[in-house]
């Protein structure tokens, strides 16, 4: 009995920790493969140590590609992994290439495949994750899903109900383990931001707002704006900070206080104690509902509507002048409430491996 859980890029890694934990201490075997879609240290490897995940047992070492050279590339070099290691199972989490590519080399060669997050849908298709989640989700014999409108999605899509579970969010098993250990991160003081003065959080990264110039410039001017009435610490993604310098942005950088990527400890940190928080990630979304901050997502859909129907999200779209004055809204409103969307309990991934465990281990006894 072999399972083969996979890992490819940051948002990755906070998912499959409790996994690999919870996997170790039901004895089922396992290895990590690494596809090595993110490859820095601060997108990668920092994580591992911060959240105690064991060294890949492989690393793909694919790196960075456009979408089809990306996920072709691990698609090849995934396949012989396969074919060798004849796992009973494939894990992919998630939304990434690394995700759709490595379902779908598993699939082919006849090996069950189990998507963790399955079931959310932003119904837009220009978003290469909406497209990841469709097919891997076609694909996968175990569906497990971290909200309740997973479960309708995947009913509507006639996927059938055995293969559905509604387990709740590994990515929140791994915020509510760290998240004291988070508390002692001294990165308001490295910052210069230990006075106690407010600040808003910014990650941006989506190709649709950062890949054409003038977009990104508009949005980091709207930044710049909000900076007159408090500091903006925006830890910057390298496809964000690579497209800003190509594009002259400097002097809109120079507004806001910009960080390179920060470790999982460090962003939760800033994430706790930030007055509001203005994204586009889809994992930053959950773990500001369940933090109880104000979160601005700077798009015009989310696959997440737990989010909003339960927490503390509100889609801004991405209008750089309707993102400035919903953030000063937020700024001189009333924090809104929130309560903690079904099974967001810390124990999703347990969940998960006791139905591959009744699966996998009663068959291989
Ligand atoms: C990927 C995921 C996205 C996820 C995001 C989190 C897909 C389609 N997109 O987007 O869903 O929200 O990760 O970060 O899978 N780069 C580096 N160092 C790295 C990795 C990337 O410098 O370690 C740079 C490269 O210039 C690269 C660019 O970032 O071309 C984009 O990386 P890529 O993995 O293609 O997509 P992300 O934008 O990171």
């Not at 990104?216 to 390298?238: C, K, Q, S, Y």
Request: proline fraction near 6%.
């Amino acid at each position: 009995m072999l399972i083969v859980n996979v890992v490819g890029a940051r948002p990755n890694f906070m998912k499959i920790a409790p996994v690999v934990k919870a996997m170790c201490r039901a004895g089922l075997p396992q290895v990590l493969v690494h596809t090595g879609q993110h490859y820095d240290e601060r997108m990668s490897h920092l994580f591992f140590e911060q959240l105690e995940i064991p060294a890949p047992d492989l690393n793909l070492e694919v790196g960075s590609g456009s979408q089809a050279l990306q996920t072709a590339e691990i698609m090849r070099r995934f396949e012989p992994v396969v074919v060798e290691r004849r796992p009973d199972l494939v894990v992919v989490v998630g939304d990434v290439n690394s995700t759709l590519a490595c379902a779908l080399v598993a699939a082919k060669l006849g090996i069950a495949v189990a998507h963790i997050e399955a079931g959310l849908r932003s119904f837009d298709r220009t978003m290469p994750e909406e497209i990841n989640r469709v097919v891997t989700d076609t694909l996968s014999d175990f569906l497990f899903v971290s909200e309740r409108s997973g479960v309708e999605n995947l009913r509507h899509e006639g996927v059938p109900d055995h293969k559905v579970h509604f387990v709740g969010n590994v990515m929140i098993d791994t915020l509510l383990r760290h998240r004291q250990a988070a508390a002692h991160s001294d990165i308001l003081r490295r910052l210069g931001m230990d006075s106690g003065a407010p600040f808003a959080l910014v990650t941006l990264h989506r190709p649709s707002n950062v890949d054409d110039p003038e977009k990104l410039r508009a949005l980091l001017r709207a930044l710049g704006e909000l900076a007159r009435d408090l500091a903006v610490v925006f830890p910057i993604h390298p496809r964000t900070h690579k497209n800003a310098l190509e594009a002259g942005l400097e002097p809109e950088l120079a507004r806001l206080l910009i960080t390179e990527p920060l470790g999982y400890l460090e962003f939760l940190h800033l994430m706790s104690n930030a007055k509001m928080v203005i994204t586009d990630s889809g994992g930053i979304q959950e773990e500001t509902t369940v933090l109880g901050v104000p979160c601005l997502t700077v798009r015009e859909n989310t696959e997440r509507p737990a989010t909003i129907e339960c927490g503390t999200n509100r889609l801004v779209g991405t209008d750089p002048t309707a993102m400035l004055a919903a953030a000063r809204q937020a700024l001189n409103g009333r924090r809104p409430s929130g309560r903690l969307p079904e099974l967001w309990d810390g124990h999703a991934a347990e969940r998960i491996v006791d139905i591959l465990a009744q699966q996998f281990l009663a068959k291989a006894a």
